[in-house]
């Protein structure tokens, strides 16, 4: 029996790779320009790309565990796997062809993949006998919307709506991709905890400011004038929350816990998530104080700080753990992971100085060295793990 994070890592990966190299290319004015502007795109693939993928192929692999039943087959994924990488190839050549109407065709092949994949692991939540687990149905719940907006992604490029495209985006990356990595911060690390307990409290606060981001993300992008006093109150809701983050990432009780390497890059990502949520806050403040454009930067920065930050580098520590236990490697962190992890740390940082740059214009000049730096990762990681995952095998353990 295959097992199933083998097909979909491989396809993420090779996504992951091909996005990159696009992006650096783009960068670098080596390619045309197609019929969506570049940012748009950029933004599309990076939240509804290989994120999904890479989420599908953890929820493949644990779900089993969690809910107490028997193993997927892989087997069965490998096909849609593919299909969904060369879907976005597809769409990335169709969109310098000038050929919308395929571009949008292309486009809604990763959605449909992305509500296959939700549908099987509902039902497989709503199974007799399936052990009850609020994460499993949050996850799944969380590629059914991500499933949903990539389809009205595809719709909005197929009658020219570059805003609705961005909407459908922010909207499964805000509430879709974001909602399951703050469930599965919780259920995989002994983050979001107090006294050695879940908190669902912090969970919950969590959740709700992924809503209130989505909302201020879309009141930007339609041009909604909101009141000055909204903007500071969203600043200190979200300052509220990012001091509750920290605080918590710094436990005393922890201590030991971050002295291990997973956890201490687990720890990396969470401080991002703390930061992301206090760029953002500032943001806001920028905003309600009539400074446009230290808002627009501050929250171009939140937003790297959140999805290269904190979904960056928890999705590297926890792909690559499930690639070396399933391969039976007893080490999931070993010298090549730790370098990339701190690449990754490296080009974030510079991402987040190149938001500046509506501020300090000099900054923009980083742009092409973090894309560069970005593509080097993702041909490090597929070097690195795609071997084990495209050698076919049983798994040798499943996740908790």
Known sequence: MLSPHRPLFAAAAALWLSSALWWSACLLWLLPAGVLPVSVLHGWLMSLGMMPLFIAGFAGTSFPRWLDQEPLDGS????????????????LLADAAGRRGLAAGFAAVPGLFMLGIAVVLLRRCARHGARF?????????????????????????????????QAAQRLGLWLGVGSIFML???RLTPFVHQQGRRAPGLLIGLLLSLLLRAGLDLAALWAWPLPAPMHLLAAAALLCLAVFV???AQRRELLAARRTPLVAQLH???????LSLALDALAQGGAGLGRPDLQRALAVAALHALTLGFMGTTLLAMASRVSAV???RSVAVDRGLSLMQALLQLLTAAR?????????PGLVDLLPAVALAYLVLALAWSLRYGPWLLQRGRGKSRER
């Open 246 to 248: 920290l605080r918590d």
């Open 133 to 165: 687990s609020v994460h499993a149905w949050g996850i799944a719940a969380g590629l059914l919307w991500g499933g949903l907006c990539q389809l009205c992604a595809a719709l909005a490029v197929l009658v020219e709506q570059a805003t609705l495209l």
């Open 76 to 91: 069965r994924l490998l096909l849609p796997a593919v299909a969904a990488w060369l879907a976005w190839v597809g769409l």
């Open 268 to 274: 990396a990502g969470y401080v991002w998530l703390g």
């Open 326 to 328: 399933q391969q039976g």
């Open 352 to 360: 987040l100085a190149a938001a500046m740059a509506p501020v300090w």
């Open 184 to 186: 599965a911060l919780q």
